[in-house]
């Protein structure tokens, strides 16, 4: 059954808990709420004492962070850090 917020906004993709989307991006707990408070363009709804976010917006938002950080060397190439696993779908 879908959730409440679901059907307000519309959308079939569940919100998640902070814990549910660092598990999978492989990231800590407190990174999520880290993003979620220090960006203001973070993707996510903030309820009283929780933050609900959508993996699907999340992994969006990530890509563009990391393109808009990712510093290019003098040959132009993108430099290698750490990065979040982004796993959007079950693959077979």
């Given amino acids: 059954m879908p959730h409440l917020l679901d059907k307000l906004t519309g959308s079939d993709e569940p919100f998640l808990t902070t814990r549910e989307i660092a598990k999978k ?10 993003w979620a ?8 709804l903030a309820l009283p004492g929780a933050i609900r976010v959508r993996l699907s917006e999340v992994a ?3 890509e563009q962070f990391q393109k808009a950080k990712d510093p290019v060397d003098a040959t132009g190439l993108h430099s290698e850090s750490p990065r979040p696993i982004i796993q959007t779908e079950e693959r077979s």
């Fill in 60 to 62: 969006t938002w990530l």
């Fill in 25 to 34: 991006l492989k990231v800590s707990e407190r990174a999520v709420c880290d």
């Fill in 37 to 44: 408070r220090r960006y203001q363009d973070f993707p996510s």
